[in-house]
């Protein structure tokens, strides 16, 4: 403790004297190679001008309130930093501070946060407010309070380090932040592990369906930037792009920026996953209500569900059930059609006979309950994978 207890003192009076500085580290868009962001890290430049790295002094803060005196300045001269660019006319990035886990206890974090950063005028959307996956394991209740009160200040989350520790990926469901940064840890240097191509590719697609920003931390290959850009991943920080570099430096990149915004343009985001979620996007827009079935298994899984009758739907389960469902909501005229065409055996038969669809138009009662025309398609799919026989049906309001 005692050792503890002189290294607050060093740092205290490094901060006093000025010696800790803030470094920031580029993020890039990971398809256009566009400036998006930056991350703050401390350096210790002492007095004869070594540089003593994080590494060797945050661990022992961490153990004592130094730690939360340490983001606090280094959040100051962040803000600092993004006034002068202002008042300069430099169009600034977001920048992301690291706050510890021992600001969970901090009654008025968010009162604070917002005091310093309004103090320079500084707009919410520029600070983001990183959390390291560590802090978040056994305090659900009380982090998933303090991030929302967070976020309701107008302020951008990112869980840190996400995958380098111990904890489970149900905090990701339960606590509501906006950025997921995948550690470093995860990605070997060429990415040619099939195992670790398959994690990597399940985080990215996991986080994505729940709208997280992703950003992969660490890159220092060419061969892990394809492969990141072919997991979607949306923004890249690594020595591949550039090293943490001092302020001055930082804002001449700012200065040099291409100002143009970017176009989503097919061709830049013809990534597997992000085309395959275009692709999905323009199926749902057609088709609000896509379902996957198959008919070996009389089971089904719902794809899409979006504003299509006023009934819900489970979203998984057994095929035949859930065309009983369907059958409730259409016209009582209608049932039996519906229920006859979508049988099991009816539809193997067809499959059979060699044809490629089964449709049925059928009246269906929306939200104000009125009856309308609804056109129901399910098309025959092979999968080369399997014996069994499947179908997608997408269904589409006719009037
Ligand atoms: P972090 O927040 O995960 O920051 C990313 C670390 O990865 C930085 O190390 C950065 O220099 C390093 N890095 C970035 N790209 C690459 C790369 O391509 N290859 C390799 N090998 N490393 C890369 P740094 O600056 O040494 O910081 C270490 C840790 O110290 C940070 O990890 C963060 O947890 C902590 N830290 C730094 N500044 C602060 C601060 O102001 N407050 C708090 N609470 N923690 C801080
Ligand atoms: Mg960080
Ligand atoms: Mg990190």
Redesign the pocket.
Known sequence: MQEVDTLYEEVKAAMDRHELK??Y?PKYNALTNQLKGA?????WIKADGTMV???SF?PQ??QGKG?VE??W??LNEVCAFLKEQADKGIHSVPVA????RMHIYEEDYVERLCRTVDQYGVPHKLIEV?I?ESALVDQSDRIAEHISGIREAGFCVAI??FGSGLSSLSFVKDIPVDVL?I??SLLSRNCEDEKERIVLESIFNFAHRLKLTTVA????TREQLGFLRTCDCKLI????FA??MAEQDFMEICRNREEAEETEDILLTQAPSSATNLLLEAVFTRFPLVIFANLTRNSFYMMAYENFTSRTCPSTGVFDELIQHGASTMHPEDRELFRSTFTISNLMDAYNRGEKSVSVVTRQMGDDGVYRRVETTDYFVKNPSVDDVLVIALCQNLD
């Open positions: 803030v470094y580290q991350e703050a890290l401390v350096r790295m994080p590494g945050i803060l961490e730690i340490l983001d300045y280094m501070v690291n706050f510890s990183e390291t840190d380090d940064k550690d470093k931390e660490g890159v220092e920080q690594g020595f591949l090293k943490p």
